[in-house]
Nanobody, 127 residues
Framework: QVQLVESGGGLVQSGGSLRLSCQASGLTFGAYEMGWFRQAPGKEREFVAVIGSDDMPSFTDYVDSVKGRFTISRDNAKNAVYLQMNSLKPEDTASYFC??????????????????WGQGTQVTVSS
């Protein structure tokens, strides 16, 4: 049974930092591309970042609004993916979800490309 469990969310002031973690189990972690998505109240879930699998370990992609502020990384030995979020803004307030995309890998920014999802962790940035 595949499980993705996010942690690290919380309340932070504008300009602050948080590091989200996603612990995976029940899958061959290195074979999966791992993404982060977020959903703000009243809005659709949106792509945030993705990191490549063992086939493309240096590949990363970010939505424009977080480029230069967020960094995605993974530790295959720990079956974990991380999202370091710096210079947080109130508009970053959302529930953040990690997701796993199995091979063959598809369009990375689309939700439907991902097979497994975590339950989410809340990030609230106060102004």
């Amino acid at each position: 049974q595949v499980q993705l469990v996010e942690s690290g969310g919380g309340l932070v002031q504008s300009g602050g930092s948080l590091r989200l973690s996603c612990q995976a189990s029940g899958l061959t972690f290195g074979a999966y591309e791992m993404g982060w998505f977020r959903q703000a109240p009243g809005k659709e879930r949106e792509f945030v970042a993705v990191i490549g699998s063992d086939d493309m370990p240096s590949f990363t992609d970010y939505v424009d609004s977080v480029k230069g502020r967020f960094t995605i990384s993974r530790d295959n030995a720990k079956n974990a993916v991380y999202l370091q979020m710096n210079s947080l803004k109130p508009e970053d307030t959302a529930s953040y979800f990690c997701a796993a995309m199995p091979p063959p890998h598809s369009t990375r920014r689309l939700e439907r490309s991902y097979k497994y999802w975590g339950q989410g962790t809340q990030v609230t940035v106060s102004s």
